[in-house]
């Protein structure tokens, strides 16, 4: 399946977004990467979970405006102009990239407009295209502080 | 002391004043009957024939006129003379739905610019002035009323009309302006971004401000004078019933009715009941010479009290407290009037847009900023972010177009537009936190 990327609309008012990552963070949803775009007022903040559904519902319950958004998924080679190599191959084959943004690990996501076109030009590319079940069954990364597990 | 534009009438006896008030009531009852079809309609329903007017006491038994006859009987409905017979016409905005078309004869002019003559002698203007008049002309009375009363007096006029600020100082400083006529809002503009280019006003030979359009509060005045180093005089009129002229203020701060052209009557907004003289309730005005378009009983849904005082200025006629607040939602921002249900049209009418908006009124900087909030809900939310300022875009100059300001449109979440059980609240009006 489509890797589904969740939109919050973020008031420019504090301890906004730690209200929205409390909801998450209770719920034991896992956050795989997030990017957040803002303006003086207001901010969309981009998330990719292991439960992106369940993330929709709760968020919106909780009251934020969320929308739920296809993206594309690749996971890159961890060298010296891997992300060059990559999005390269994306330009080369005509698709025009909307944001992207990094994941955990090696992943990144990029939006465009049409998935299906831009999926089926990146068939037999050299970068491979990762689904929502691989990032949502992604085993936990040890960070470096050390702070338990 | 400020010459009295016509000392005869401005200093008569209450007495004489009531007899003229009556004399001309009910030539003006017996020409709305005869010549203005709904007029007559209205009045035979009441029971009200001119002939029964046999005192000012009568008036009461006479039905109101609101603003939505005037609006009802557009654009002739209710004139008194045919249409060739006007010499010129005037609207309001009337942004949603028609807007309101009044017109003048000859003889209406000639008193239209003789009232507004009287305003500019209770501000003080005299032959040897130079006046620049920065307010807007087109459709709207208030420039052309003060244009050609202010000329009749003698004053060197300079129409310089709205906007183009830096012309406008530098008109000021090389004509050597010595009034100014404008609303309060731009006054205090002016003198911005006057101090700005480094201009003093004080050495310049302005001296007084005849301001118009939006009430000018306390502390507004104080303000003007302080910087642009002038008397700054209130005056306040309406196009229903003329334009500017119905009343002006003197050097000592009393805003003078000319109640031989207009007999006022303050109600009690609920009831409709009239007050006793002094006591604050709704300002109602009857035209007393208008002969291409009477006027019976105009509710003007401005807050005001009208009396007699001994004025130090000499005249007699009654005295007005300046307005600030009215009976409806309308409100007044920039001098521009708005309704808020002007702006729920132009922004819920926008796909997706959903009726929970807050107008916010405020003063910054001296000048009142508009803020319209919209709840982001997921009809309007969009992941690009170039959707979403694409669409506060929109709105903003759906809100420009619509109602003639520039608003900041901020998005905010919803629910954080408190809701009410009754009536929603729409605008928040931070202006009137001063208490003035």
């Known amino acids: 399946m489509d890797v589904q990327q969740l939109s919050v609309f973020i008031e420019n008012k504090a301890g906004r977004i730690s209200e929205m ?31 992106p559904e369940d993330a929709a519902e709760l968020l919106s319950d909780a009251g ?69 079940e691989e990032l949502s069954t992604l085993e936990p990364l040890h960070s470096h502080h050390g702070l338990g597990s | ?57 009568d008036i009461t038994r006479i039905p109101f006129t609101v603003k939505t006859d005037l609006r009802d009987a557009y654009p002739f409905g209710l004139f008194a003379v045919p249409v060739d017979e006007l010499v010129r016409i005037h609207s309001s905005s009337g942004t949603t739905g028609k807007p309101t078309v009044v017109g ?35 459709m709207f009375t208030g420039g052309w009323g003060m244009h050609y009363g202010l000329e009749r007096i003698g004053a060197t006029m ?143 849904r401005d807050l005001t009290r009208v009396r007699h005082i001994d004025c130090p200025c000499g005249r007699t006629t009654a005295v007005m407290d300046k307005v600030r607040k009215r009976t409806d939602d309308m409100l007044i921002i920039r001098g521009v009037n708005v309704f808020p249900s002007q702006v729920e049209d132009a922004c819920c009418t926008i796909d997706g847009i959903r009726a929970h908006y807050l107008i916010v009124v405020d003063r910054k900087g001296g000048m009142d900023d508009l803020e319209v909030r919209l709840e982001v809900d997921d009809n309007v939310f969009s992941d690009s972010m170039s959707d979403m300022e694409a669409l506060r875009k929109r709105v903003a100059e759906r809100i420009h177009s619509v109602v003639g300001l520039n608003a900041r449109v901020v998005l905010v979440e919803p629910g954080s537009i408190e809701r009410t059980q009754g009536k929603a609240k729409h605008v928040l009006d931070l202006r009137d936190r001063d208490g003035e």
């Open chain 1, 21 to 51: 990552t409390d909801v998450l963070g209770q719920a034991g949803i896992q956050i795989r990467g997030f990017s957040v775009s803002d303006t003086t007022d207001y901010g969309i903040v981009r998330l990719i979970l292991d439960r």
């Open chain 2, 158 to 300: 300079i129409p310089a009309g709205a906007g183009n600020t830096d012309r406008q100082l530098m008109m000021m400083q090389d004509f050597g302006t010595t009034a100014l006529v404008s609303t309060p809002s731009y006054a205090l503009y002016l003198a911005e971004v006057g101090e700005s280019q480094g201009i003093d006003f004080h050495a310049l030979p302005l001296r007084v401000g005849l301001f118009g359009g939006e009430p000018t509060t306390a502390s507004l005045k104080r303000e003007i004078e302080e910087r642009l180093g002038i008397l700054a005089t209130d005056n306040y009129g309406l196009s229903e019933v003329m334009g500017p002229g119905v009343s002006g203020e003197c050097e000592y701060g009393n805003m003078h009715v000319a109640e031989d052209h207009f007999l006022w009557e303050v109600i009690d907004p609920e009831t409709g009941a009239p007050l006793p003289e002094g006591e604050q309730g709704e300002l109602v005005l009857t035209t007393l010479t208008k002969t291409a378009l009477p006027i019976l009983r105009y509710r003007t």
């Open chain 2, 1 to 57: 002391m400020c010459p009295i534009w016509n000392p005869e009438i401005e200093t008569t006896t209450q007495d004489r004043m009531q007899e003229l008030q009556l004399q001309r009531l009910r030539s003006t009852v017996a020409l709305a009957y005869d010549k203005v079809e709904p007029y007559r309609a209205r009045l035979d329903d009441a029971g009200v024939s001119p002939d029964s007017v046999r005192s000012l006491d």
């Open chain 1, 64 to 132: 934020f405006t969320v929308k739920v958004t296809p993206v594309i998924a690749l996971d890159l080679p961890d060298i010296p102009g891997g992300l060059a190599s990559v999005l390269g191959v994306v330009s080369g084959a005509g698709v025009n990239i909307e944001y992207v943004y990094s994941l955990i690990g090696t992943y990144v996501v990029i939006n465009v407009h049409d998935i299906d076109r831009a999926k089926s030009l990146l068939e037999g590319k050299p970068v491979r295209i990762v689904s929502q």
């Open chain 2, 104 to 138: 003048y004869n000859r003889a209406d002019l000639d008193v239209w610019t003789e009232l507004c003559a009287r305003v500019g002698s209770l501000a003080g203007v005299v032959p040897s002035d130079r006046v620049q008049m920065a307010f807007l002309f087109g």
